[in-house]
């Protein structure tokens, strides 16, 4: 089945404290992108990988890194959490070129940082 | 630049009623405009989209929506809701960079007996 994994699916951890969340896809998708979620706001795009070892800053990235060893994974790390890092977050992946826009999304993780 | 505004943040119809969300946007290039839905604890899902060609596009479980240039608008229909239509809509539309998509605040259908 075609699918976008994301793990935990949920984490309540302390400021400070450095966390991994894991995206992987089985679609072969040369694109992936991490966005969070927050009510009223919508979905906002933190990072992206137009492919291997290709990463960009999204809109919003201060507080999050990202890497892109492997085509299917693109884990989000957050090297220091903070409260404001509260969110619900989404892994998304597609194809290149045109095909970019129709993106696959993960469950979501659902983090709190106390 | 890139934005959408979806006017109405809870939308609340009656089973067997019109649904409509609305969607404006603005863009500096030409747009490709998006719906996306979000069922409960669940990623978001494609619904339709609208790259060019036709304006009237037709999605999944039965939405369709409308690309009106003049009115840089992208409005979701469904012309009989159902109670599993309940989630949480969002529009987008493409970003300058490849593969970006703006997205909406989001729009929160119930769906009434």
């Known amino acids: 089945e075609a699918q976008v994994t994301q793990n935990p699916r949920y984490l309540i951890t302390v400021t400070g404290k450095k966390l991994t969340v894991t995206c992987s896809q089985n679609?072969?998708?040369?694109?992936m992108s991490w966005y969070r979620q927050d009510p009223g706001l919508g979905l906002r795009q933190i990072y992206y990988s137009m492919n291997v070892e290709v990463t960009d800053k999204g809109d919003v990235p201060e507080g999050y890194k990202v890497s892109r060893k492997e085509k299917r994974n693109f884990p989000l790390i957050l090297e220091s959490p903070s409260p404001n890092q509260t969110s619900l977050y989404f892994c998304?992946?597609?194809?290149?070129?045109?095909?970019?826009?129709?993106?696959?999304f993960g469950p979501g993780t659902r983090l709190t940082v106390t | 630049a890139q934005s959408v505004t979806q006017l109405g943040s809870h939308v609340s119809v009656s089973e067997g009623a019109l649904v409509l969300l609305r969607c404006n946007y603005s863009?500096?290039?030409?747009?490709?405009l998006f719906w996306y839905v979000q069922y409960p604890n669940q990623g978001l899902q494609l619904l339709l989209k609208y790259t060019t060609g036709a304006t009237l596009v037709k999605g999944i479980n039965g939405f369709e929506a409308e690309f009106k240039k003049s009115e840089t608008s992208f409005h979701l229909t469904k012309p009989s809701a159902h109670m599993s239509d309940a989630a949480e809509y969002f529009c987008?539309?493409?970003?300058?960079?490849?593969?970006?998509?703006?997205f909406g605040q989001g729009t929160e259908l119930s769906v009434k007996p």
């Open positions: 679609m072969n998708h040369e694109y």
């Open positions: 987008a539309v493409r970003g300058v960079e490849g593969g970006k998509l703006i």
């Open positions: 863009s500096s290039v030409p747009p490709y």
């Open positions: 998304a992946s597609s194809l290149s070129g045109q095909r970019a826009y129709e993106q696959y």
